[in-house]
């Protein structure tokens, strides 16, 4: 028994000091809480894609710093900041369509993974993800929902109150059937 515990010890002490067997050891165990947690049918695909963006920014991080392993601790620290404050800028996008609520949100991410490295296609994915369909109906509805200045004026009136708000749910009544 002793025999299996110092050649378990001698194992770890001839290969898990090494960067690169760090690097895999990492890589893999990220890649694996990644699919246990993209696996789980309770979260809602916008969960989900923050997981993935969550476990890519981990597993950035993770490569950054066992890369630059054995410099100074100013090194170190500016590697393990670096993949998290360029993933965020990176999925900006992506983090406002889900934001606001895109229904494509998971097409814009996509694009956005690919094509996000360049400047054009960073503000194309930006701009689409701007310009939501969803918000603009919602806009829309607003606008066509607000009550007219008539309406407005007989709800504040001090005269007739019983009447000024009966004419002005009747009014808003017949606005909405006509929308």
């Keep these: 028994m002793n025999d299996y515990l110092d050649f378990a010890i001698r194992l770890i002490d001839r290969y898990l000091h090494r960067p690169e ?3 895999v050891v990492a890589v893999a165990a990220t890649f694996y809480l990644l699919w246990r947690i993209l696996e789980w049918q309770h979260f809602s695909p916008h969960h989900r894609l923050w997981a993935y963006i969550v476990g890519l920014t981990f597993l950035g991080d993770t490569a950054a710093i066992l890369w630059c392993w054995g410099a100074d601790w100013r090194t170190i620290l500016m590697a393990g900041l670096l993949p998290p ?3 965020m800028v990176y999925f900006m996008p992506t983090a406002a369509a ?3 609520e895109h229904p494509n949100f998971d097409r814009l991410f996509a694009v956005n993974l690919f094509a996000g490295w360049t400047i054009v296609g960073w503000l194309a994915v930006f701009i689409w993800a701007r310009n939501s369909p969803w918000r603009h109906a919602e806009m829309k509805v607003a606008q066509r929902l607000e009550p ?8 504040r009136s001090p005269i007739k109150p019983d009447q000024a708000q009966a004419s002005a749910v009747r009014q808003m009544l017949r606005h909405r059937k006509s929308v």
């Design 98 to 100: 889900i934001e606001w």
């Design 85 to 87: 404050v360029a993933t």
């Design 21 to 23: 067997i760090l690097t």
């Design 148 to 155: 007219s200045r008539e309406t407005a004026a007989a709800l």
